[in-house]
């Protein structure tokens, strides 16, 4: 089934789920626990999916996921208690998308971290309703004028968000200028964890890693990687699964098209000069997946590179 949706959607009504159009902070602020960042908060749209497979908020700002819950298990993202919804700023949590370039710009430094398109609204396109329940959302970006003054590389981007027990996550990045662009990206997704101390991460032992937090030097990650401390990891060419290992679950990360990962969590030191960490630091992970640094891409005029991601846990 397909259903014709534009972002002035109010509510879409499917077989056993429901999406809905509301506010950010109405979505979280009724559920508990997010009151710390209502104050002021300009706010923006999200869509409230709920489905016999999952429940899941995804922001029309960047396109990003804020919640995903797959029925009878617990929450998967972790949304900081301190995100600001407010629009064109960063939103702490969730699944943001670095694009078209992951990080600091490694060619203009003084470019915006992480892109231009997780502080922008994507625009919603097809809905699809398959017939065992599984929901496939359609999202577009595409750079603007005004975006072309900063970076002159013409892009757009299609994401389509498949909500069933797990989540799958497809994104199709395409050249649309006239000159090979330069294109790194992640999907840089924070994981609810018991503690961040308690949990380690496989999938990435054995590897190379630039470290962040020691001007990128090369290290070698020995052993399974646990936390006690700032840690800012690049892993290239990796791809396959990781495993975030955790008191009470295991979380798997597959993917294809998307070779880089990193991994990050400020430790307390620099959470607390986070103004949307603080404390709130010990409750996740960030294990992200695509194509960065050593793994960055040159598209050639006209082309298109594609990365497939799913999260699933036990
Ligand atoms: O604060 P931002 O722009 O969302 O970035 C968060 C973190 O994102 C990670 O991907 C980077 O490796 C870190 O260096 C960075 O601090």
Redesign the pocket.
């Known amino acids: 089934m397909s259903a014709d949706t534009k972002a002035s959607l109010d509510v879409l009504e499917l077989r056993n789920a429901h999406i809905h159009l509301r506010s950010a902070s109405s979505v979280f602020n009724k559920q508990g626990g997010f009151s710390e960042s209502g104050e002021g908060a300009a706010d923006f749209p999200v869509l409230e999916c709920v489905t016999e497979h999952c429940y899941a908020v995804i922001a029309l700002q960047g396109a990003q996921l804020l919640s995903f819950r797959p029925t009878g298990k617990s929450e998967v993202l972790w949304l900081s208690p301190l995100a600001k919804f407010s629009l064109g700023d960063?939103v702490r949590g969730g699944i943001p998308i670095c694009l078209p370039w992951f990080?600091v710009n490694r060619h203009q430094a003084d470019l915006p971290?992480?892109g231009i398109a997780r502080t922008q609204l994507w625009t919603l396109g097809d809905v699809q309703q398959a017939d065992d329940g599984i929901i496939r959302l359609c999202f577009t970006f595409r750079s603007s004028d005004n975006d072309l003054a900063l970076y002159p590389y013409p892009v757009s981007a299609e994401l389509t968000v498949e909500l069933g027990e797990e989540l799958g996550m497809s994104l199709q990045v395409a050249n649309e200028g006239d000159e090979p662009m330069p294109l790194s990206f992640?999907l840089?997704s924070y994981f609810s964890v018991s503690d961040v101390q308690q949990v380690s991460i496989a999938g990435i032992d054995g590897r190379d890693y630039l470290d962040?937090c020691q001007d990128l030097s090369r290290c070698v990650q020995s052993e399974p990687l646990t936390f006690n401390g700032e840690i800012?990891r690049v892993y290239e060419a990796v791809g396959g699964r990781q495993v975030i290992h955790d008191d009470e679950r295991d979380v798997y990360i597959d993917g294809e098209g998307c070779d880089t990962v990193?991994v990050?969590n400020p430790g307390a030191v620099l959470a607390g000069k986070m103004a949307d960490v603080g404390p709130h630091y010990q409750r996740y992970v960030?294990v992200?997946r695509g194509m960065a640094f050593g793994d960055e891409l040159m598209l050639a005029a006209g082309s298109e590179a594609t990365a497939n991601m799913r999260l699933s846990t036990d």
């Open positions: 960063a990080g971290k992480h992640a840089h962040n800012d990193v990050w960030c992200e």
